[in-house]
């Protein structure tokens, strides 16, 4: 539940700081999160349930691999679904949030960012969570934001050594505008392991230690 992990792991700081809510009983836990109590007996009465016949209709949980793989071992059936019955009972605050982002600025293939016309923004490039998604606004699992933040990355560093360590390159990438899958970066022999690049909006990039 939250930071409140199963296997006995201690809970007291949590109910200290607040993040952890405890209650001797169903209707004491209601008014403590200040919902109606009836609706919670109601919910609870689901979810015990859905407990004993191991499936959660509702919200699916357990339903594949990477589910259960944070639940309770100790639980027959359905490691994600518990009965609550025992006293004391606990509950977490939840609240809606995001961790990335499914619009963005629109890149090419290498990073670079295109204005209105689709073309390409010379010496401004974008990657991570303020680059438009390659995924269309679905979430298909963990990482989603880190993997293509790490891909184009790289595929912007090749870019960036073409551009400074390459004039003909250069001016190929300049004519080819936004058709970058014509372009064959090649390892600059003089680019080291300490060396980071920037690029400055409108201008070509500039190394850094």
Do not use: W
Not at 4 to 11: Q, S, V
Not at 41 to 55: F, L, P, R, T, V
Not at 77 to 83: E, R, T, V, Y
Not at 133 to 152: Q, R, V
């Amino acid at each position: 539940m939250g930071l409140a992990l199963p296997g006995g792991r201690p809970r007291t700081h949590l109910i200290r700081d607040g993040y952890l809510i405890e209650a001797a009983s169903i209707a004491e836990l209601a008014r403590k999160l200040d919902v109606p109590a009836d609706a919670l007996g109601a919910s609870i009465a689901e979810m015990n349930q859905a407990a004993a016949d191991g499936i959660d209709a509702g919200f699916g949980k357990g339903s594949s691999e990477y589910n259960r793989y944070y639940g309770d071992p100790a639980i027959a059936g359905n490691p994600c679904l518990g009965a609550i019955a025992e006293q004391p009972f606990y509950a977490v605050r939840v609240y809606p949030g995001d961790i990335g982002t499914a619009s963005g600025l629109l890149t090419d293939p290498d990073g670079r960012v295109l204005d209105g016309n689709g073309e390409p923004i010379a010496g401004l490039y974008c990657c991570g969570s303020d680059m438009a998604s390659i995924m269309g606004g679905h979430y298909p699992g963990a990482g989603i934001t880190l993997g293509p933040a790490l891909t184009f990355g790289y595929r912007i560093g090749r870019m960036i050594d073409v551009i400074r360590s390459h004039p003909l390159e250069r001016r190929k990438v300049e004519f080819l505008g936004n058709r970058s899958d014509q372009i064959s970066p090649r390892r600059s022999s003089t680019t080291t392991g300490s060396e980071h690049t920037s690029s400055p909006p409108g201008g070509s990039p500039r190394a850094t230690s």
